[in-house]
């Protein structure tokens, strides 16, 4: 399923697979002066790649290698000769080979799906990526994943920020993710003065600094108070039931993988030696 809006010069595309009639597990891409930033997920690529026939399309930048931003590298670039796709150096070995490098969980092959191979070169942190009317500046963005980028445009105060910044209140996070860096990357763009930022699934935000800092102040104080309890000796369990509210819906759909407990692990940075 395909949704495309017009926000002033920029194209979003909002895709999802379609199970039972509806659009399950949204990823979004934008297209502006020839330029595409992420490309949703395989199931969706035909889709896009069909939204795009008449665009004048020469750049891809991928904001982080997850399967739902890279799912139609691979299709646009073996239609379109020359096309360059632009993303992070850890990004690159994910890219030519997603089955090798990204072994996917049951959920996102059914959500998502294989992304095909794309070949990419690497953007460096603070680099320039140029279209015809406007620059863009890489900045290097981890946490959600270690090869994670944020562009931005400094003239018109543009900021894509992938999927640094999700709407609402975390309680869970998938297995893997840096919560720590995370905090620390929303911080970087945090401190640039943008107008407008435009998420990797969530609704474009104006003035989007004040949400910014208030999720930045939300998990900081989630953090203080996982290593609070951490502190007097509370176990992870404890831990996520103090603070994590009531199991979720997506910890059974995710078989786990994206829980309250790894929230309160990541917090912890006990990764690599849970019990
Ligand atoms: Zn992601």
Not at 74 to 96: C, F, K, N, Y
Not at 145 to 151: A, F, G, V
């Amino acid at each position: 399923m395909l949704k495309s809006t017009i926000y002033g010069t920029v194209t979003r595309f909002d895709l999802a697979r379609t199970l039972g009639g509806r659009g399950r597990y949204w990823t979004t891409a934008y297209l502006l002066d020839g330029l595409l930033i992420d490309s949703g997920c395989a199931h969706t690529a035909r889709e896009l790649s069909d939204a795009l026939r008449a665009a004048p399309l020469t750049r891809l930048v991928n904001t982080h290698t997850h399967e739902d931003h890279i799912g139609a590298n691979g299709l646009l670039q073996r239609q379109r000769a020359g096309l360059e796709i632009h993303a992070h150096p850890l990004a690159l070995r994910v890219l030519a080979d997603p089955r090798r490098q990204q072994p996917l969980h049951p959920y996102r092959r059914m959500f998502w799906g294989w992304p095909e191979p794309s070949l990419a070169s690497p953007l460096s942190d603070e680099a320039w990526i140029e279209t015809e009317d406007f620059r863009f500046q890489a900045l290097y963005t981890p946490g959600h994943s270690p090869d994670h980028l944020c562009l931005y445009a400094p003239e018109q105060g543009w900021l894509f920020t992938g999927d640094l910044f999700v709407g609402g209140w975390d309680r869970a996070v998938r297995e893997g993710y840096e919560i720590w860096q995370i905090i620390a990357s929303l911080k970087r763009v945090a401190a640039l003065p943008a107008a407008v930022m435009f998420p990797g699934s969530a609704r474009i935000r104006e003035n989007p600094k004040a949400e910014l800092e208030s999720k930045i102040a939300y998990l900081e104080e989630f953090g203080n108070k996982v290593l609070a309890l951490h502190n007097k000796g509370w176990d992870v369990n404890a831990i996520v039931r103090a603070l994590c509210g009531k199991p979720m819906f997506i910890e059974l759909v995710t078989l786990g993988n994206f829980a309250r407990r790894h929230l309160v692990l990541s917090y912890l940075g006990e990764y690599g030696n849970e019990a």
